[in-house]
């Protein structure tokens, strides 16, 4: 299973990471992102680090695969906190790599990404 901590859900990605996801985990589970506060203390990013990384742990129990991994994006601190706490209990972390294609159309710049990989933090 690839469970998917991202603000990025499963059912808006492109075909080809939806299969690739798939092809590697055999299934997705969407996990929203929690909402940090810019102002939040580090104590408090670490405590919810925590949280998670004890409900991350508990979904890919009950994952029938034994091809597991947490794709994590989002706030940085969070990210670095939640992937050290996982890589010590042996769970496999994951971000999405992409390719940018950038279009400006007068004073506004329009940015496409395209799904390439997944990369194991």
């Given at each position: 299973m690839l469970l998917n901590l991202s603000n990025h859900p499963s059912i808006n990605w492109s075909k080809k990471q939806l299969l690739h996801s798939k092809?590697?985990?055999?299934?997705?589970?969407?996990?929203?992102?929690?909402?940090?506060?810019?102002?939040?203390a580090k104590k408090e990013v670490y405590n919810l680090a925590r949280k998670y990384a004890s409900l991350c742990k508990k979904l890919l129990s009950k994952s029938l695969n034994k091809k597991n991994a947490v794709h994590i994006m989002g706030e940085h601190t969070f990210v670095f906190y939640l992937v050290t706490m996982l890589k010590k209990q042996k769970i496999k972390c994951v971000a999405s790599t992409t390719s940018r294609n950038s279009k400006q159309n007068g004073s506004e710049k329009l940015s496409l990404f395209n799904f390439v990989k997944f990369r194991e933090y």
């Open positions: 092809d590697l985990f055999a299934s997705v589970l969407d996990l929203p992102f929690p909402i940090i506060a810019p102002n939040a």
